[in-house]
């Protein structure tokens, strides 16, 4: 091509490109109704196929992070869907990745820190009316779960009536509306309690140390030759190393004693004390990302997932620091953040990374 007809191409590309940009509205509206028909129509849950499925829904903890919201694990498995932990965010995030709240089987709480359960109710209104469920949400847990349930039951009462009122029995029968709970007492440790057990799906519940805070359990998923666990909030446990031999797929929680010792120092020397103390006081109720990987080399577990990742690692570097001494101990690791779905196939030992990140 010469550089006359080079030229010539270029400016036709331009224009073209310029139109299309004047006239996006335009364009955007005749593309739309199909492109969100075929979003609508599309089944996220079928199209990952036979086998469990773990997606990160939220893989923070508290504090606020561009890429970690609270923590929410959903576990999918034979064309089900179950949620470990309703942290805020949970349920919006569900819905980034394509999986609808309407396709909930059931939430498992692992203890009741505000930032698991402070995406409960959102959650429980939006798989009522998104799935036209007759039947309340089913929440399994440890003892003490009623008040918690009840609680977020009775602030979205109102809520219901107006849903109700406004879409009728066809879209939200009130029979459908709010939380019913399942609650186990926390079982010995060493030992485990099967809390559900349907279509080839059992999940059990074990408790974990976090004290002080008390009931605090984990869960172990076990769907077609495939397992997969959920620490919940812990410090190094020796349940959840005893649950996780030889497991596929271990989801562990992990806080940077390093990092919060700096962000506790820098409260400090800011002035804020209360603050300098909270990051000094969760040092000793979570597992390290070090004490997370000995866990999976010493249970021979395929693969680790690390969420409820604290603190942010919003800033460049971050991550490294984070990780520190980890590959040296367990290589097969993930870091987790919203959106990761990690597909563990029936009958296999296959372990896919599909996606990081929404
Ligand atoms: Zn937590
Ligand atoms: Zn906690």
């Given at each position: ?28 509206i005749k593309v739309l109704p199909n492109a ?184 172990l998923f076990t769907y077609k030759g495939r ?132």
């Open positions: 091509m010469t550089i006359k007809k080079t030229y010539i191409f270029l400016s036709l590309l331009v224009l073209i490109a310029a139109l299309g940009y004047v006239n996006r509205s335009a364009i955007i969100v028909t075929k979003v609508m129509a599309g089944d996220k849950i079928a199209d990952l196929g036979d086998g469990m499925h773990v997606a990160l829904c939220g893989a923070g903890g508290p504090m606020p992070s561009s890429t970690r919201t609270g923590p929410c694990v959903a576990v999918i498995a034979n064309n089900k869907m179950f949620v470990v932990d309703a942290g805020s965010g949970g349920s919006r995030n569900l819905g980034r990745m394509g999986f609808s709240t309407g396709s909930i089987e059931g939430v498992f709480l692992t203890h009741f820190h505000s930032d698991h359960i402070d995406g409960l109710g959102e959650l429980s209104m939006t798989r009522w009316v998104t799935g036209t469920h007759k039947e309340a949400l089913p929440v399994f847990g440890p003892t003490g779960l009623e008040s918690v349930v009840e609680g977020f039951n009775h602030a979205y009462g109102q809520d219901a009536v107006y849903r109700h009122a406004h879409h009728g029995d066809s879209v939200a029968a009130l029979s459908g509306n709010g939380m019913s709970t399942k609650s186990f007492d926390v079982p010995k440790d060493g030992t485990k309690v099967t809390v559900y057990d349907q279509g080839g799906v059992t999940i059990e519940m074990f408790s974990v140390d976090h004290k002080p805070i008390s009931p605090a359990v984990g869960y397992t997969a666990l959920i620490s919940g909030d812990t410090t190094k446990n020796t349940n959840v190393e005893l649950f996780s031999k030889n497991i596929d797929l271990l989801v562990h929680e992990a806080l940077s004693p390093e990092l919060l010792r700096i962000m506790s120092e820098s409260a400090d020397a800011a002035g804020n004390s209360s603050v300098s103390k909270i990051f000094h006081d969760v040092l000793d109720y979570h597992t390290s990302p070090v004490e997370a990987a000995e866990i999976a080399r010493d249970a021979q577990a395929q693969h680790l997932l690390y969420y409820h990742i604290v603190p942010p690692l919003d800033i460049p570097g971050l991550e490294t620091l984070w990780l520190q001494g980890v590959e040296e101990i367990f290589a097969d690791y993930t870091l987790g953040e919203d959106g990761t779905l990690i597909s563990l196939p029936a009958n296999s030992k296959e372990i896919i990374n599909v996606k990081s990140g929404i």
